[in-house]
């Protein structure tokens, strides 16, 4: 999940937190510097899992809906 400049990225076993504007090739995961951004893109994308007909989070279907790069800006 996108919003601005920063990308929210959860598979079934991490989570990571790009910052797209320093990093475009996201190899810099800045969760553990950024835990209230880390959080707040959390929260987002459980209230999108929630608020449609896909599996709960952490789910296969979830993780490869998340990869295919849904945007919040």
Do not use: C, F
């Not at 990093?23 to 835990?35: I, M, P």
Request: charge should be positive; charged fraction near 25%.
């Amino acid at each position: 999940m996108r919003r601005g400049d920063w990308k929210y990225l959860r598979t079934p076993t991490t989570e990571a937190l790009h910052n797209l504007t320093i990093g475009q090739h996201e190899q810099a995961n800045h969760s553990r510097r950024e835990l209230g951004r880390l959080a707040e893109l959390r929260t987002r994308w459980r209230g999108i899992l929630t608020s449609s007909s896909l599996p709960k989070a952490g789910g296969l279907l979830g993780s490869a809906v998340l990869a295919t790069g849904t945007r919040d800006r």
